[in-house]
């Protein structure tokens, strides 16, 4: 197993420890999982094809100390269940000269992931590209106490705007214009920016990802490459 690869798999569904607790579910060669934050503001699900994995679900409860565990061993790695009376209670993970043991935990005390089960229609599309990836990383960074970022667009031209720090009074905030494929008369709608810049931040290594934002108050975030699929949603929430 490649561990750069299972470490951007990890990171994707993480998200800067948003998402601790999770199921990995392996059919031997795709590996998913399905997150929701302590908050509730954001569900994803990553999907890694083409990877070795042992086939099965396993309960990952502490993200962290995996990944912890992770940064100690080489790069190419093999990962075997530890089945103690038929029932899966670890991961033994080696590099060949290094071995470490994760412990796992009963799938039925992981946060149940729910089903979205309607989707709205979506009203526009911003494309994620790099240059806007980093900008707007920056702008969070420079206004790290702003908690949401907001979606504007009046329906004059094919652009909106992606504004950190939007409200109704005079406040610090940073605009990004974005293009969109047509004209789309939206009223300001606000998302979690700390969510959405972890997202950004987990997804850099791919250079084009979309936006999908309904006017319904659901936003869905998608990132594909290196045979890695990433799609969040996010719940719109107040200023």
């Known amino acids: 197993m490649d561990k750069t690869k299972f470490e951007k798999f990890v990171g994707k569904y993480n998200l800067g420890g948003s998402c601790e607790s999770v199921i990995y579910t392996s059919t031997g060669n795709v590996l998913s ?31 962290k100390r995996l990944r912890s565990m992770l940064s100690v061993l080489g ?34 005390v992981i946060p149940v992931v729910p089903e979205l089960k309607k989707v709205p229609p979506m009203d526009l599309t911003i494309k994620l590209d790099e240059r806007f990836v980093n900008t707007f990383i920056k702008a969070k960074g420079a206004l ?43 009223e300001p709608i606000s998302f979690s920016a700390d969510h959405f810049r972890e997202i950004l931040s987990a997804n850099k290594d791919v250079k084009n990802g979309t936006l999908d934002v309904s ?23 107040k200023n």
Request: aromatic fraction near 8%; hydrophobic fraction near 35%.
């Open 33 to 63: 999982v399905r997150a929701i934050s302590d908050d509730k503001n954001v569900l994803g699900e990553v999907i890694v094809n083409n990877f070795s994995f042992p086939a099965g679900e396993f309960g990952v409860y502490d993200t």
């Open 75 to 108: 790069d190419t790695l093999t990962v075997k269940p530890n089945v103690n009376n038929e029932k899966t209670t670890g991961l033994d993970i080696t590099d060949g000269d290094t071995r470490a043991t994760f412990v796992l935990a009963d799938t039925s």
């Open 144 to 186: 790290s106490d702003v908690e949401t970022f907001t979606v504007i667009s009046d329906g004059t031209d094919t652009t909106a705007k992606v504004v950190i720090g939007h409200a109704s009074i005079n406040t610090n905030r940073i605009s990004i214009t974005v293009g969109i494929d047509a004209p789309v008369a939206l």
């Open 215 to 237: 006017s319904k108050g659901l936003a869905k975030v998608f990132f594909e490459g290196d045979n890695i699929t990433s799609t969040y949603y996010l719940v719109q929430t």
